[in-house]
Nanobody, 128 residues
Framework: QVQLVESGGGLVQAGGSLRLSCAAS????????MGWFRQAPGKEREFVVG????????YYADSVKGRFTISRDNAKNTMYLQMNSLKPEDTAVYYC?????????????????????WGQGTQVTVSS
């Protein structure tokens, strides 16, 4: 089991930046591939970016490539999402998620059905 808590959301103007953090409890953080998802009002939750257990493999949604950067520090049980050049369409509740990995593969997935644990979410609002 792992518990996830997001922080760092807020209100920013278009073109601004935010850094989100996801703090994980427990001693098994390195066993999980991690990801960020977001959900705007009236819309389904969508994939943003995923990162493998080691942090060496990353996969970004086309909508955030070149603007967002994911990273993790397994020693601190923390994952980060640096968001630059924010757009109004980035407005959403952002969730971190953990995918328990049982193989030796160091990969990640964009399929939310494969993620086992979710944080409570943090609101990001980008004004125009």
């Amino acid at each position: 089991q792992v518990q996830l808590v997001e922080s760092g959301g807020g209100l920013v103007q278009a073109g601004g930046s935010l850094r989100l953090s996801c703090a994980a409890s427990g001693r098994t953080f390195s066993l999980y591939a991690m990801g960020w998802f977001r959900q705007a009002p009236g819309k389904e939750r969508e994939f943003v970016v995923g990162i493998s257990r080691s942090g060496r493999s990353k996969y970004y949604a086309d909508s955030v490539k070149g603007r967002f950067t994911i990273s993790r520090d397994n020693a601190k049980n923390t994952m980060y999402l640096q968001m630059n050049s924010l757009k109004p369409e980035d407005t959403a509740v952002y969730y971190c998620a953990a995918d328990r990995v049982f193989t030796t593969l160091d990969g990640t997935t964009s399929n939310e059905k494969e993620y086992d644990y979710w944080g409570q979410g943090t609101q990001v609002t980008v004004s125009s």
